[in-house]
């Protein structure tokens, strides 16, 4: 690497890290007042607050990566524009397209963090933000009226709570034939999952329908073999798009065994490959911006455009998201429409700086 690209490597990755730990410092800010009104429901208290908002910064770094690649870079090249350096390396023969070069690939160091944190780490840091907060408020991960229901083939499973530890309680399981009859009604007061065996259910009543009559049998313990698992229970913790690939997944295909509809979860699979491409289209929106002289009013002012830009990006994001959940678009035309929009635009406006 050239001394001039690693001059703007450092100078553009530093000013990318202290805007993004600028806003991990504020949103942190805001969800630790936003859980002092949850302040003494059981046992929950100050310091598990400050643990479930630490839990939370590596999902809240995925979110605010591409718009920390945005203003940070915008920032960077706004200072080297107008310390006249971006001036005297384009008078020595740097083109926009080699600048640009240069700049996607900081952006592809980003970007490859960006997915092993929205992969690995965010993941399993937001299960445990959302364990804890339950576990220390007594809560249960579900608590709707007619409890949480799951099909696995030709049964449906209801479940009354499932506990933050994954252990449930109030299990129904209605098996049915072939013919869409039902077979039998399973009832247990509680059931774990032990590896390899599966569920383990207790105090159970099974109830066996005949033609015309019924049988009913009591047991004391019982073992239950189901796609049901932890994994997919885990996955009712987190919203699809803070899950990961791999979770994703798994839950699409489990619905698709089952004839359920899985439109919601594949658009957030694509939204998991392509998010973490948008620190590239971040760049090059800002590149546009690296010309001309510029006092420290106009660097206030691109940062504030940056601002508008990325809210601007995130609101389409989820418009697109939701339309093509609601409408059944492509899921993949529903993740892309976003970024390939920000990269037109990008595209236009270095169109018309080279013009100029």
Known sequence: MKIYQRYIAREVSAAILLVLLAFLALFAFFDMLGEVKNFGQGGYQIQHAFGYVMLRLPGRTYELMPLAILIGTLYALSALSRHSEITVLRVSGLSNAALLRGLFQIAGMFALLTFLIGEYVAPPAEQAASQLRLKERGRTVRDLKSGLWVRDESSFINVRFVLPDMRLQGIRIFDFDEHARLRSVTEAAAGEYVVPDGW?????????????????????????QSALNP?????????????????????????????????????????????????????????????????????????????MVGILFHMLNGLFSNLGAINSWSPLLSAATPSALFLLAAATMIWWVERR
């Not at 105090?203 to 005949?210: D, G, I, N, P, R």
């Not at 509809?261 to 957030?268: G, P």
């Open 231 to 307: 994994d997919i229970l885990a996955v009712l913790m987190l919203s699809p798009d803070r899950m990961s690939l791999r979770h994703l997944s798994a839950y699409t295909k489990h619905l698709s065994e089952n004839h359920q509809k899985t439109n919601r979860y594949d658009i957030a699979f694509w939204k998991k490959v392509i998010y973490p491409l948008a620190g590239l289209v971040m760049v090059a929106l800002a590149l546009p911006f690296a010309g001309g002289h510029y006092r420290a009013t106009g660097i206030s002012l691109k940062i504030f455009s940056g601002v």
């Open 200 to 224: 383990r259910l207790t105090e159970v009543a099974k109830t066996v329908l005949h033609e015309d009559s019924a049988e009913v049998e009591k047991l004391a313990e019982m073992r239950w």
